[in-house]
Structures are given as structure tokens and as C-alpha cells.
């Protein structure tokens, strides 16, 4: 991928602007998965690199690169769209290249910042210089600045080249879409010092993203996807994708009261987080069924009319959509069904049951289908018309997915250990929180996830390895 800058085939400035974005985007993934095995070992090993770079920090660096990493993985796989969507080259690219080098200079000296001064003194300082505290989203006062002038240009790119060009169903889903997602940012800007009141606005990030305005987003992606990929009809695709919408967001807007159980928050939000985030997995049914189902009906369609080469255009893209249509449902669905009431979330609340969900949740409905997006870049970049699947971008699916669903077993059990020790048998004390954590099922599942980390990191080293050499290869072939 790093060299198909060179032998792009793209005509599209709009699309080449989103390949800069996906070469960015998998470089922060592999520094978020280092960082994640540093975390891991420190769960073995409490001295590793003690007061050198403390668990605190590796893990605030593991799960930040992880939402920067996506959205520039989704910025990239917003502007590879656009120009095929709309059928218009892209109005202000040029303005949108300026905005991506100054938003990846300011990620480079954030991360630096990160790994080099770590932490500061309590002070106003500290936020504007350092960062703010707040999981997932701790840029700095000064970088958030940055991002959201270089969002505000990015967003006159999408809606004006919207404007000029076509107006498909999907777009007008993802214009409306991409604006609730980038105006929620601004919750998480406000500084209070009341920590429930913090975490009230804290959560209509984190949960309104990942609960309803991503997942919005992973559908047109998907349905993008599936016309481009397997051939799949415009009309049905975009219906299937309004039901979604209208699900995704008559469950996940109120579901947000699962986060509400414990922080402060007025008790009836027991009764509606747990009605409304109990109906969050039926949307992700729904995109199940979509996608297999679309791609089992034009497969059927293909045979009939005797093709032999069957519907599929672009191999490893395709088998990680796949891949995100389990993932989503296992990861967000299920997993997130699990503890989602409150007579179970009072027993698991913040243990590592919550990790188990956070890793396989953020892998199978996000990673997955990013990851399809940068291959379906690289066939455009490479101008291939089909490309298949070679040796190593199956290791990478395979061993990536096999890493991550392995964490994520282990994690289930380590959480079930200490929801019976810590929270059930011993009532949630101090002393039964590290109690839990000293016995050998703790310490087993700790160890087989950091087992299961490394398997990913490999399998993470064949899918940048692939990324990098199918284009030619298929090319070639
Ligand atoms: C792709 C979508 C999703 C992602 C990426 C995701 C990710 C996460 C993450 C990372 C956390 C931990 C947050 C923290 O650090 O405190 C979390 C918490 C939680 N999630 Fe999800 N989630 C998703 C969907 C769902 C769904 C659909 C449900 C319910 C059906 C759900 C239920 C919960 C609950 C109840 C918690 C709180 C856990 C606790 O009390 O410790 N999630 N989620
Ligand atoms: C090399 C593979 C990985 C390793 C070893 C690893 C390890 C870790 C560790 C040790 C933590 C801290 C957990 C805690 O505070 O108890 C963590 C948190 C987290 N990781 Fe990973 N990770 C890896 C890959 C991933 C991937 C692929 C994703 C998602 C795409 C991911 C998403 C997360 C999230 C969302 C959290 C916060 C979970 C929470 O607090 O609920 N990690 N990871
Ligand atoms: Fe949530």
C-alpha cells in the first residue's frame, strides 16, 4: 500500500486523499497492538517497565490509537466513496490534503507527547498540553482544536461534492450521518469538574458513536460494499440500510441508559437502559441476515446464468465484510447482551467481562470492515478488476481473527472469575478486587490472552504484508 502512491492507478484526487488516510491508519494499528502487548505482559508481570511506561499509559496509548486509527480508516473509506458515488471528481481536495497533514502532524506530536511526557500535574496546563483524562478521546485541549477545524474541512468536502454530484440513498445517509458524528465530538470538549456530570457528556461520545452513529456508518459502508463487490441490486441495498438506520437509532439513542446504571444518574434510567440497549442487538441481526443473504442470493443468481468465475470482485474484501457481519453481531450483539441489564451489569460492571465485549465489539464491527475498505483502495489503486485472495491475506484474516476471538475467551473468563470471587462471594471490596486477581484463573486467562495478543500481532504482520504486495501481485496475475 505504501508504494501503490507511486503506482497509483486512481484518477480520483478524492480517492487518493483516502489512501493517504488508510497508509496512516495502519501504522496507528500497529502501534495500538504493541501497546496492547505491553499492557498485556504488565497483567503478568506488574514490574515490566515499571515507572519507565507504566501500565496507564500504555493503555491510554492502546485504546486512543485505536479510535484515531479507525477514524482515519474511516475518513479514507468516506472520500474512496464519495467520488464513486456522487460521480464527481470531489469539490476542495486540495483543502482536504492540507487538512490531512496538518491532522497527522498534531497526531504525531500527541503520541509523542503520550510516550515521552506521559502524565502532568492536575493543572489547566496539563489538558491544554497533555491530555484530558477523558478514555478513548485524551487529545489534548489544543488538539482538539486542531481536529475539529480539520473535521469542519473534511465535512465541506463530503457535503459539497454531495451537492454537486449524484444524491444516492447512501449518501444522503452517510452526509446526515457523518455531521451527528462529528458534532457529538464536541460533548466530549467541555471540561467540568463534577465527574458524574463529566461522564454523562463523556458517554454521548463514546456510547453515541459506537452504538449509533458508527454503526450507521458501518451499514453504508456495507452497503456500499456489496453493490461494488458482489453486484448486489442499488434498491434493496439502500431500503435494507433506512430499516437499519431507523433501528440502529431507535435502540442505541436511549440504549445509551446501560451507561447510566451507576455514575450518579436519576434511577429511571435503569428501566430505559435496559429496555432500550436490550433492543440493540436486533439491528445487528438484521445486518447479519442483509449481507449474507445478499451475497448467497447474487452467488445463486450467478450459477443460474452458469457463471464460473462467481460474483465476487474483490476476495479479502468481501471475507472481512463477512468477517464484520459475525463480528458485529457476536461482539456488539451478543457479548453486549450479556451485561447490558442491570441485574447483571450491577455484577459486572468494569471487569474484565467489559474488556472481553470492548475487544471483540471494536474488532468485529469496526476493524473488520475497515480493513475491507484498504483492500477494496488497493484494487482501485492498482486498477484490478478482480482480485483474490492470496496466501497471506488469509493468514492475516485468519490469524487476526483467531488472536482477537482468543482475547477475547480468555477475557470472558477472567471476567466470569471475578464477577463470582470479587463481586459475588467477597461483595466488591478492595481487598476482593486484588483477592480475585491472585488466583489461577485470573493469572491462566491473563496469560493465554497475551498467548492470543501475539498470534494477532502475526497475524497483523502478514495483512500489512498483503496490503502491500496483492495490488502488484494481482496485477500481475
Ligand atoms: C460496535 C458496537 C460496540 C462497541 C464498539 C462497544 C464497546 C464497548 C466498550 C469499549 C465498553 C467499555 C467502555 C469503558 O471503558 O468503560 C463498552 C461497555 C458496555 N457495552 Fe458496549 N460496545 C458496543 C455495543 C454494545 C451493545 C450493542 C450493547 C448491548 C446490547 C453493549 C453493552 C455495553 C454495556 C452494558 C457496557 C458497560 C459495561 C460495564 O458496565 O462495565 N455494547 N462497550
Ligand atoms: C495484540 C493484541 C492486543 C492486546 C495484547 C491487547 C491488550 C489490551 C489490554 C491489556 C488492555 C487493558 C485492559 C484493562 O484495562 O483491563 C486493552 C484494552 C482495550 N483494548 Fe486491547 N489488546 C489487543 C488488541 C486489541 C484490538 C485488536 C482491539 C480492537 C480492535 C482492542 C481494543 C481494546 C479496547 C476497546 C480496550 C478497552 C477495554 C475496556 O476497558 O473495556 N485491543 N487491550
Ligand atoms: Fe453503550
Partial sequence: ???????????????????????????????QLLMGLIAAIQ???????????????????????????????????????LTEETGHEGVGIAL????????????????????????????????????????????????????????????????????????????????????ALAGLYLAGM???????MDQFWWW?????????????????????ALIRLIGAKREIVEMWLW???????????LGMGHHYFWIGTP???WEIGA????????????????VLYDWGKEQGAAEARGEAKGVITNGPAMAWIVTNAFGNFLGAGIWGFFHTLPQVNIYTHGTQFTAAHGHLAFFGAYATILIGMMYYGVQKAYGVERMKSTFKSKMGIFLVTFGVLGMTIALTIAGYEQVMIERGEMGATWNAFFTAQQLPWYIQAQLWRAIMGVVTFIGFIYLVWDLLTIGKASQEA
Fill in 267 to 269: 434511577e429511571y434510567w
Fill in 243 to 253: 430499516i437499519e438506520v431507523l433501528m440502529l437509532f431507535g435502540s442505541g439513542i
Fill in 43 to 81: 497483567f503478568l508481570a506488574p514490574g515490566f517497565l515499571f515507572e519507565l511506561f507504566d501500565f496507564s499509559v500504555a493503555r491510554m496509548v492502546h485504546i486512543n490509537a485505536l479510535v484515531v486509527w479507525m477514524l482515519y480508516a474511516m475518513i479514507g473509506s468516506t472520500y474512496m466513496m
Fill in 204 to 224: 454521548w461520545v463514546i456510547h453515541l458513536w459506537v452504538e449509533a452513529t458508527w454503526e450507521v456508518f458501518v451499514g453504508t459502508l456495507a452497503a456500499f
Fill in 1 to 31: 500500500m505504501l508504494t501503490s502512491i507511486k503506482t497509483n492507478n486512481l484518477t480520483s484526487e478524492g480517492q487518493k486523499l483516502g489512501m493517504m488516510y488508510f497508509r496512516v491508519a495502519i501504522i496507528l494499528f500497529g502501534a
Fill in 190 to 196: 467541555v471540561y467540568t469538574d463534577n465527574i458524574s
Fill in 96 to 179: 482536504g490534503k492540507l487538512g490531512f497533514w496538518v491532522l497527522t502532524a498534531a497526531v504525531t506530536v500527541v503520541v509523542l507527547v503520550y510516550i515521552l511526557v506521559q502524565v502532568g500535574d492536575g493543572t489547566e496546563a496539563s489538558l491544554w498540553l497533555i491530555h484530558e483524562g477523558r478514555e478513548y478521546i485524551e487529545a489534548p485541549r489544543w488538539a482538539d482544536i486542531g481536529i475539529v477545524v480539520v473535521v469542519l474541512i473534511f465535512y465541506y468536502n463530503v457535503f459539497m461534492t454531495y451537492m454537486a454530484g449524484e444524491k444516492t440513498g447512501i449518501m444522503t445517509v452517510m452526509v446526515a450521518n457523518l455531521l
Fill in 275 to 290: 429496555l432500550f440497549s436490550a433492543l440493540e442487538p436486533v439491528p445487528l441481526i438484521a445486518m447479519f441476515v442483509h
